[in-house]
């Protein structure tokens, strides 16, 4: 079994109580799968903290980005 350790400055900011935030810049025709990737582990993470610990923003370009799913937000 593999032991993962905490990287220092990941600790010091959950001891100190301060959200760590993530700008996603989405381009057009991205993939749904890694956008939930990399969303879904922050979000199970502030539900596991009982506080928002994690925060995100989207960026693209434009109004209207689409996903390779021509799924349209």
């Known amino acids: 079994m593999q032991v993962r350790t905490i990287p ?3 600790a010091v900011a959950a ?3 301060r959200q760590r935030r993530f700008v996603f810049l989405l381009l057009d025709r991205f ?5 939930a990737c990399a969303i879904e582990p922050l979000r199970v993470a502030n539900r596991v903290l009982g506080r928002e610990a ?8 434009g109004l209207a ?7 349209s937000e």
């Open 8 to 10: 220092k400055d990941h």
């Open 15 to 17: 001891a100190a109580g």
């Open 65 to 71: 980005l689409r996903s390779a799913w021509e799924v």
């Open 54 to 61: 994690y925060a995100w923003a989207l960026a693209g370009e």
């Open 31 to 35: 993939t749904m799968l890694s956008f």
